[in-house]
């Protein structure tokens, strides 16, 4: 699966041109168009006891947006990539779920800054909504907390947290297709404490050899198709396991497939998703299971 | 006979403008608002004038203009490129897509930064098409 054409929404103090910019890497596989969205949402422009409905703001709020992107926009025709631009006074969800039918994205990328006004707008509960209304994969954007700057090389060692679901599946076909860009991928199995409870050191072992195996099998297949990988087995908390792997390993994003069964069960994609999403320091790409839409 | 001009733009405030100038100087218009359905009205309609904007949704201004240059029955239909986009990054964007996809199209024959006042405008229509 090829990223062709990216969804970017922004309400500019989340995602800007440094983020657009990491993204760019996506040429050297397939992208060549680039959606922007700025959703303005109502409250902003909505009827106030006074002034009513203040449409002198949503103009303002639009042409400053159009501005942005006007400019945005120039950099990318002058690398030859298609462009496009919408925006609109909405609610964020259902504005995004638009664009998606009109322009069928490959990638939504969605902006979570670590301040915490702005982590309030998207982290909970959009990123968390949209995910449970979409398929296509959404790259949550962080910007890093110490110097509020995004990764230069977002894909230089992406980490793939692999549970074995059928979206495993789906995110590895994914990867296959980011194969020019990324530099090499750590895939890594947390294998539950609860599993372990009851087995000796012999059963534990055995626990890792076979998950190693299935790892290793999955980076063999990747390095046939010219990636580089690295399995790695870990043992605990999923989601503690996956930020330390994280971190030892200097990820530059982490990939997470979601379970269709937490989804049911959660009514979003797993709680290890979710709180890797909202807490993580890492830009997230999510793999959103098939749904019945 | 009235002449036909198409506005693809995907600001209402945009098109309501241009049609204004064209209906005040005569031209029938018609008009689309994205790159796709604009396309759609090229080949259904053969204006004789396409006044076009850049950054649209579903297809840009820079690829429908590419379209029609491109194309042998419809690149005889004058284009006036009415944008914020500035003139020289669309003929970087064209530049790049000869490089990649091979072949050359024309300069347009009219680029227009906006915004601009409703008499330039129709001058310049009047100067494409009479």
New interface residues.
């Given amino acids: 699966m090829e990223i062709k054409k990216l969804l970017f929404v922004t309400k500019f103090e989340d995602l800007c041109y440094d983020a657009l910019n990491s993204l760019l890497a996506l040429r050297k596989a397939s992208l060549e168009h680039v959606v922007f969205l700025n959703v303005i949402e109502r409250d902003k422009v909505a009827m106030q006891r006074g002034s009513g409905y203040l449409k002198e703001e949503e103009v303002k709020l639009k042409e400053t947006a159009n501005i942005r992107f006007i400019d945005w926009a120039e950099n990318l025709f002058e690398l030859g990539l298609e462009v496009g631009a919408y925006m609109e006074v909405s609610t964020l969800i259902p504005e995004i779920l638009k664009v998606v039918d009109k322009e069928s994205p490959d990638l939504i990328v969605i902006g979570h800054s670590q301040k915490g006004a702005l982590e309030q707008l998207y982290a909970g509960s959009d990123v968390t909504e949209l995910i449970r209304r979409t398929e296509i994969p959404i790259l949550v954007f962080k910007h890093r907390i110490e110097d509020n700057i995004v990764p230069e090389k977002l894909f230089e060692r992406p980490l793939f947290a692999t549970n074995w679901s059928e979206t495993g599946q789906k995110t590895i076909d994914y990867i296959k297709g980011m194969k020019k860009v990324i530099g090499e991928i750590h895939i890594m199995h947390v294998v539950k404490e609860s599993a372990l409870k009851s087995l000796d050191t012999h059963d534990v072992q055995k626990v890792r050899k076979v998950e190693r195996k299935r790892l290793d099998d999955l980076c063999d297949e990747l390095e046939e198709m010219g990636i580089h990988a690295r399995p790695h087995v870990y043992v605990g908390d999923p989601q503690k396991e996956i930020e330390k792997a994280a971190k030892e390993y200097q990820a530059s994003m982490v990939i997470l497939g979601s379970s269709e069964k937490a989804a049911l069960l959660e009514r979003w994609v797993g709680s290890i998703s979710k709180n890797i999403t909202e807490k993580s320091i890492y830009p997230c790409l999510l793999i959103p299971g098939k749904k019945d839409i | 006979m009235s002449k036909k001009v198409l506005v693809v733009d995907d600001d209402p405030d945009v098109r309501s403008f241009v049609v204004t100038v064209l209906e005040e100087n005569q031209y029938i218009p018609l008009v689309a608002q994205?790159g796709v359905e604009g396309l759609e009205m090229i080949e259904k309609e053969q204006p004789d004038l396409v006044i076009l904007d850049?950054?649209?949704?579903?297809?840009?201004g820079?690829?429908l203009y590419r379209k029609v240059k491109t194309d042998e029955e419809l690149k005889k239909i004058p284009i006036i490129m009415f944008t914020?986009?500035?003139l020289r990054?669309?003929l970087?964007?064209q530049k790049?897509?000869d490089?990649?996809k091979g072949g050359e199209v024309p300069k347009p024959d009219v680029y227009l930064e906006k915004p601009i006042e409703p008499d330039e405008l129709a001058l310049a229509i009047k100067k494409k098409i009479g």
């Fill in positions: 994205d850049v950054l649209m949704p579903r297809g840009s820079i690829r914020g986009i500035a990054s669309f970087k964007s790049a897509l490089e990649f």
